[in-house]
C-alpha cells in the first residue's frame, strides 16, 4: 500500500488569492490524480499528473485555473488560482498500486473561500 | 460520457444485511472500485472487480455483472461505525491513461 501525506489540511482563503497544496507519496508512483469534492458530492478528477510531462486536465478544469507540478515519482503540487468562494471544496490526491487493483487517497485539504 | 447511479441514501439496523446497488454505462470499462467514506475523512479503498462474479473480504462482499453493467455491494452484520458513504467508481480510459468515474455516492445510516 502507499501511504500519502497532503497538506495543508484545510485552509480558509480570501477570494483572489492563490492556494498550493502538497502531496508526497512513500513511494514511487507513475500517476498521481487529483480530485475535487465539492460539499456533499462525490469525486470529481481535476487532472491526471505524470511526471517529466504536463499533467492531463479532464473536462472543465484548465491550467489556468490549476497548474500543476509534478518534478519527480513521489511528490506533486495543485495550484487552486484566482480563488472564489465556489472553489470551497475538498481537494484530494491518489495514486494508483503498481497492480492497478486500488487507489490510495490522501487526508485532503479542506478549502474555504471566503 | 460516464454515466454512474447508485441510489443516494439508505439506512439499515444494525446486526443485518444490507445491499447497495450501482449501476453504469461508460465508455470503456477496466475495473469496478468500492470505497468507504467517513464523513469528513478520504475514501478507503473496500473492493475490486473486474471480472463476473462476487469477491468476498470478511463482512463485504462486491459483486460485477459486465453484460448488465451492474454492481453490488453487500455489508453483512452491519454495525454502527458502518454509517459513511459508499462510492461505487468505475475505471475507464482517457487521454492520460486510465482515471476513475465516481458515482454521487450511497449514504448509509445505521439504526441500532
Known amino acids: 500500500s502507499a501511504v500519502i501525506s497532503q497538506k495543508p489540511s484545510r485552509d480558509i482563503c480570501q477570494r483572489g488569492t492563490s492556494l498550493t497544496i502538497q502531496c508526497q507519496v512513500d513511494s514511487q508512483v507513475t500517476m498521481m490524480f487529483w480530485y475535487r469534492q465539492q460539499p456533499g458530492q462525490s469525486l470529481t478528477l481535476i487532472a491526471t499528473?505524470?511526471?517529466?510531462?504536463?499533467?492531463?486536465?479532464e473536462s472543465g478544469f484548465v491550467i489556468d485555473k490549476f497548474p500543476i507540478s509534478r518534478p519527480n515519482l513521489t511528490f506533486s503540487t495543485l495550484t487552486v488560482s484566482n480563488m472564489s468562494p465556489e472553489d470551497s471544496s475538498i481537494y484530494l490526491c491518489?495514486?494508483?498500486?503498481?497492480?492497478?487493483?486500488?487507489?490510495?487517497f490522501g487526508q485532503g485539504t479542506r478549502l474555504t473561500v471566503v | 460520457g460516464q454515466n454512474i447511479d447508485q441510489p443516494t441514501e439508505m439506512t439499515a439496523t444494525e446486526g443485518a444485511i444490507v445491499q447497495i446497488n450501482c449501476t453504469y454505462q461508460t465508455s470503456g470499462f477496466n475495473g469496478l472500485f468500492w470505497y468507504q467514506q467517513h464523513a469528513g475523512e478520504a475514501p478507503t479503498f473496500l473492493s475490486y472487480?473486474?471480472?463476473?462474479g462476487l469477491e468476498e473480504k470478511g463482512r463485504f462482499s462486491s459483486f460485477l455483472s459486465r453484460s448488465k453493467g451492474y454492481s453490488y455491494l453487500l455489508l453483512k452484520e452491519l454495525q454502527m461505525k458502518d454509517s459513511a458513504s459508499y462510492l461505487c467508481a468505475v475505471r475507464v480510459p482517457n487521454n492520460a491513461g486510465n482515471m476513475l468515474t465516481f458515482g454521487g455516492g450511497t449514504r448509509l445510516m445505521v439504526k441500532p
Open positions: 491518489s495514486v494508483e498500486d503498481s497492480g492497478l487493483r486500488e487507489a490510495f
Open positions: 472487480n473486474v471480472l463476473d
Open positions: 499528473a505524470n511526471q517529466g510531462s504536463e499533467a492531463t486536465y
